[in-house]
């Protein structure tokens, strides 16, 4: 038997797919790790358009060309998980990179304060820049269907100018990338100090009821040993290593810590809200531990 996370991840491994060719307007695939936990929204949930089911929302809004004249939904970025203003430099300026290609589109605040930014979005629903804030080297719109567009095909959401002037009003779920070749490095950088992987198990969608379990990286662990009598987990061996902002877990056909022959393994992305399976909590996120 698996345990919970290995049928989370391979839920979440399963379901990550582009769109058909004849609708992928994106130069390549949706980044595996985007920012502020839009890789954990893993569905179209709230597009009412028809797609493929195994699509998540970032491929849907952002490159499938079926979903054009649909946008996330309103206000996503206010959701428990996601939380945008929680993950902004209150200090400074924050980057938002393509959610496919990871080219720098737009960063804000600026000539404003960091206040009516979010009073800008807020108003809206949805991120809005001003034009200072535009990276207009790959940023594109349309005049007459008021589309945004980056340099990699990726679309990003709706040109509406208001009484202040031009303002694009844009998806965080296509401007959730990680900076092109960022992503891997910075997780084999920070490898070395990495020591345990905390999972945080829910009774919902990662709000309520938590339960924390703290396991090894890059070492074998038995699940029944280190949380005797607990549902929560199957019976088998298992090890994780990081893999490029996921975490790899590889099952064995022992049950003793000795980690004997691997049976399978499965990818679970960091940082993200997975689920629902089964009771008692079916929702969880996985998060690294680092050294100091």
């Known amino acids: 038997m698996r345990s919970l996370l290995c049928l989370i991840a391979t839920f979440v491994a399963s379901r990550a797919r582009p769109p058909p060719a004849e609708y992928d307007t994106c130069s390549g695939p949706v980044q595996s790790n985007l920012r502020y936990g839009i890789s954990g929204r893993r569905t179209s949930a709230g597009v009412p358009v028809k797609t493929n089911k195994d699509e998540s929302l ?21 959701a428990p998980d996601i939380a945008l203003y929680s ?3 209150a200090n400074g300026t924050t980057t938002f990179y ?28 949805w991120p809005s820049f001003r034009p200072a804030e535009v990276k207009t080297e790959h940023v594109f719109f349309n005049e007459t269907t008021t589309l945004v567009t980056s340099s990699c095909g990726t679309h990003l959401g709706t040109y509406l100018p208001d ?8 998806d965080l779920s296509c401007v959730a990338g990680e900076p092109a070749g960022a992503a891997t490095s910075r997780l084999d950088a920070a490898a070395g100090a990495a020591r345990t992987l905390n999972t945080t198990m829910y009774a919902d969608e990662c709000e309520s009821d938590p339960k924390v379990y703290t396991t090894p990286l890059g070492a074998c662990y038995s699940p029944p040993t280190l949380f005797p009598g607990d ?25 003793d810590g000795s980690c004997g022959a691997e049976t399978d393994s499965v990818r679970v992305p960091l940082d993200s809200c997975v ?14 531990v680092f050294e100091g």
């Open 58 to 78: 970032a491929e849907v809004v952002c490159c499938d060309s079926r979903a054009l004249a649909f946008a996330e939904p309103q206000f996503l970025y206010q």
């Open 98 to 125: 393509d959610s496919v290609c990871g080219v720098a589109l737009f960063e804000a605040p600026l000539n404003r304060t960091l206040a009516e930014f979010e009073a800008d979005t807020d108003e809206h629903g």
């Open 231 to 255: 549902d929560q987990w199957g019976s088998f061996d298992a090890r994780d290593e990081l893999a490029a902002g996921a975490v790899r877990r590889a099952f064995f056909d022992t049950a």
């Open 275 to 288: 689920g629902p399976f089964g009771k008692p909590r079916p929702w969880g996120t996985l998060r690294v």
């Open 87 to 89: 993950k902004l430099n």
């Open 163 to 170: 009484d202040a002037g031009p303002r694009w009003c844009v």
